[in-house]
């Protein structure tokens, strides 16, 4: 079953959705299978898969970013508000009505099951789930039941990171009000607290970082820079709505911004297009004189039309479209542009009934209960005015909608005849579709197209860079500019150019150590010191998990020390403080010039290794050696050597340089020396007599006499590599953590 992690906000838009991308193409780059996932999501942005459910766009720009397909199990739940006080209900990508807050509350109850079975069929499949929140999990009056922050995480056993926006100021607050207002298991979930959206210099936030950690007593994972990043948004809370008309660009799109605005990712193409300006509007005011208008996807057409109505929006977009500015409907907004709209069922949440539309088309729309759902491929048909260059042109995307959209009149497109500023236009069919996730290969026309006017339900239409490019060109050609060469433009190129910037971003300020650690599971058990009348957190973790989060601490009171480690040497210098919790080692650890790297090339010849002490030697990882054929041998044990000393009056160390000497003669050894300065000074005897040549001697026994002036003379020599432990300290441990530090990364480096 698959590990998961959750991301929990302080509130909505404080930026869940994108740390969740960042964090799938991370683990995606790192070799995982990992899945976004999100029990209920809020928002007018919609996909529909390849077999013809819809979900929300934020999960399917999760799925993209760790490299899958993306399918209804990581969106069972999608709420989309119709009122201020309802939404349609879309469960398992199929709509089963439109409800009220309060009745979808008591409902949602019997949506537990659907949300765990979603779940579990991805933690079958994947190794890393990443879980989404929504909002904040500190509503209190939404606790009960909760089905999308800490009941998700107590379902999936899911550490979480709470992320709150410093942007919008408060972030302290945010963040300890948020676990304050917790229960106590569900604040015991949160393991990392991660500040988003920080413009500035960091380093000023040390002193509050301390404060909250403490406060709180869960660490600061990460600071998040505020990120220009282009990828998809969730809902209408996105900072690219408020984008304003800029006149420094040669071309102008403009967007309605409609109240309940949907699936605006679907123009997101253009802004990627240099000189192209897209900007999105909701005053008369601010509407300009753009080269392209746009009436987007809505989740009310006929309320939104009415706001339209009301604002003097529409009367500008007609006389806009009078000009002969192009006006392209998607969806929603293309229903608006027709003669009549019908709601015979109230699905548009309104009275039943009919309203006038635009007049731009002379069609009629009826709003059904059943939704279109399809997965299309397309092609435009012959087309007209400014982009009859589309003529022809395939492209692919989606409908999404409620209703059927014809002309209705006795002699069809021939009553549509109208002479505009002195040509005739009739209106014709705008495309072709073939939906994708059935065995029928009947297609089907979708959408209408006269002058300048263009309409379609199809989702998705301008994503291809051909289709986009041919509209920007005939934009610019109508203003007299040269075309771009957009061939080479790949916008799905673009888009993953994108999700790696963001790993790369959330990489440099995220600790990805500690959210590993996370990730594995770690856990800690509340013990009570009851002489100091408080709590204290004792860790239960793994050995691995342990090694990783002291080298992690110990990079970080590196930094704060003001230590610098010579390049090379730094996984050696941290084993040895590892080892002894000793910085000292910092400072006092001396290599000869490139006595790693032949410690290296003796490894990857097969080197044997020989030490002072059984302990020193049963400290030495005997997998890592065995895995480069490398021998390790202790002779401070034998009878032969115990003889020997005795024999002679010295050191069983001294004896065992000399058994190793009759051994191995000149062939590679590797000198580990953990205790007795007394193998050390018979070793500088044996290189004078020329009996041996060692590939590395690593000096560092420990204790007072003899130890500081027997380094000394290893130190003095310049005909063998030496790693020397200067001064007194040292020992066996610190010996074998030398080694281990060579053998662990003898695959980095060709061992």
Known sequence: MAKAIMIQGTMSNAGKSLLAAGLCRIFMQDGYRVAPFKAQNMALNSYITADGREMGRAQVMQAEAAGIKPTVQMNPILLKPTTDMGSQVIVEGISVGTMPAKEYFAYKKSLFPVVERAYQSLAREYDIIVIEGAGSPAEINLMQEDIVNMGIARMADAPVLLVGDIDRGGVFAQLYGTVELLPKEDKQRIKGLVMNKFRGDASILEPGIRQIEKLCRIPVTGVIPFMDIDLDDEDSLSERLNQKSESLHQIDIAVIRFPKISNFTDFSIFSCIPGVNLYYVRQAKDLGTPDLLILPGTKNTISDLLWMRQNGLEQAVLALSNQGTAVWGICGGYQMMG?????????????????????????????????????????????????????????????????????????????????????????????????????????????????????????????????????????????????????????????????????????????????????????????????????????????????????????????????????????????????????????????????????????????????????????????????????????????????????????????????????????????????????????????????????????????????????????????????????????????????????????????
């Open 339 to 751: 003669e009549i709209l019908e709601d015979p069922y109230g699905v548009e949440g309104q009275a039943k009934g009919s309203i006038p539309g635009m007049g731009l088309f002379p069609t009629k729309t009826i709003f059904s209960q059943e939704k279109t759902r399809n997965q299309v491929e397309g092609a435009f048909s012959q087309t007209e005015g400014i982009f009859e260059e589309l003529s022809g042109k395939s492209f692919s995307g989606y409908e999404i909608h409620m209703g059927n959209t014809w002309i209705d009149r006795e002699n069809g497109p021939a009553d549509t005849a109208r002479f505009f500023r002195g040509r005739l236009e009739i209106c014709r069919p705008f495309s072709y579709l073939l939906p994708l996730h059935t065995s029928s290969k009947k297609m089907h026309e979708d959408g209408w197209s006269r002058g300048n006017i263009y309409g379609c339900y199809t989702h998705g239409i301008f994503d291809r860079a051909e289709i986009a490019g041919t509209i920007v060109n005939a934009l610019r050609k109508q203003k007299g500019m040269y075309p771009l060469d957009l061939e080479a433009f790949d916008y799905q190129a673009y888009r993953e150019g994108q999700y790696n910037h963001l790993a790369d971003v959330l990489r440099r300020h995220l600790d990805m150590e500690k959210i590993y650690l996370i990730l594995e599971g770690e856990k800690k058990q509340e013990i009570k010191n009851h002489s100091a009348n408080e709590s204290l957190f004792i860790e239960d973790l793994l050995p691995a998990e342990i090694e990783a989060r002291s080298f992690a601490q110990i990079d970080q009171e590196l930094h704060e020390r003001g230590l610098v480690l010579l390049p090379g040497t730094e996984e050696i210098v941290k084993r040895a403080i590892h080892t002894t919790a000793d910085f000292d080692y910092a400072k006092n650890l001396y290599f000869s010039p490139g006595a790693v790297e032949k410690a290296f090339e003796a490894l990857a010849r097969g080197a044997v290794i020989v030490t002072d002490t059984n302990m020193a030697k049963s400290g030495i990882n005997k997998a890592k050696a065995a895995a480069h054929a490398i021998e390790i041998y202790c002779f401070m044990a034998d009878e032969d050597v115990a003889q020997e000393a005795k024999k002679r009056g010295c050191t069983r160390a001294a004896a065992s340089m000399e058994k190793a000497v009759r051994l191995f003669g000149t062939e590679k050894v590797i000198f580990a020396i953990g205790n007795a300065p007394t193998a050390l000074i018979r070793l500088n005897t044996l290189m004078d007599e020329g009996k041996i040549s060692p590939a590395l001697i690593i000096a560092a026994p420990v204790g007072f006499v003899n130890v500081a002036a027997a380094k000394e003379l290893i130190l003095r020599r310049k005909d063998v590599p030496c790693i020397v432990a200067a001064g007194r300290k040292g020992g066996s441990n610190v010996a074998a953590a030398i080694v281990n530090a060579l053998l662990y990364q003898c695959k980095e480096e060709g061992c």
